[in-house]
């Protein structure tokens, strides 16, 4: 390493520390620093083919088939987690997850979390409350307000499981170094809170029709 590499990393460590106000870690310090070196690669940069491009397909179309596509090798490896567990699908496994780390909901909350139609949410709460891995509580002040709540049986049954849909997770995630995970995740967040905040504007087929 140069003296000259060691003293520029220097400063921007201590503009760093005087310009970001949340927590100084590494992640956050190569997300800035990103942002803040000169010469960053513009759209004009990139030389990235796809199938199509020279016909005039679209990033956009490539985006979309790309995401299906991964959702559907996504939810093989789901299927193959939860084989040998007493869970029907991977969404009785995300229901659960949504109940252990943000507490007890509504089904209403629970089910537009998961960004479900009524009537599907409303199968996979019922499979879990009948299989004892959910309880629903009438509140003491108002009897028309139910809650959902993990029980100890769904805590132990995830607990048991979790291994296998941990190696879910990591193999969707492929060849990718560690670097582009965090990449992948910003830009997947960006997406999400995007079609988030449209579907709270409106109905979604406006937006297409």
């Known amino acids: 390493m140069t003296y000259q590499l060691l003293k520029d990393i220097i400063n921007y460590v201590e503009t760093f520390d005087q310009d970001f106000k949340g927590e100084k870690n590494v992640n956050n ?3 800035w620093l990103h942002k803040k070196l000169p010469g960053r690669l513009q759209d004009k ?3 990235i083919n796809w199938e199509g491009k020279s016909e005039g397909r679209s990033a956009e179309s490539v985006i979309n088939t790309s995401l299906v596509h991964l959702f559907r090798y996504a939810k093989v490896y789901s299927k193959l987690a939860i084989a040998d567990s007493p869970f029907a699908s991977i969404d009785e496994v995300v229901f659960l997850l949504n109940l252990l780390h943000k507490g007890s909901m509504s089904k ?3 089910i537009d979390l998961n960004i479900h139609e009524k009537s599907t949410g409303i199968q996979i709460i019922n499979r879990l409350i009948s299989r004892g891995f959910v309880r629903e509580d009438v509140s003491e002040t108002d009897k028309r307000s139910r809650s959902l709540t993990i029980t100890d049986m769904g805590k132990d049954s995830l607990d ?3 291994e296998k849909i941990r190696r879910a997770s990591k193999i969707v995630a492929g060849n990718l170094n560690s670097n582009e995970k965090l990449q992948l995740v910003y830009l997947l967040q960006k997406l999400e809170n995007f ?3 449209k579907f709270k504007e ?3 087929e406006s937006f297409i029709l």
């Open 45 to 47: 940069d990139l030389e």
């Open 108 to 110: 209403q909350q629970l």
């Open 202 to 204: 409106g109905r979604p």
């Open 160 to 162: 048991s499981n979790m």
């Open 29 to 31: 310090f190569s997300h």
């Open 195 to 197: 079609h988030e905040n």
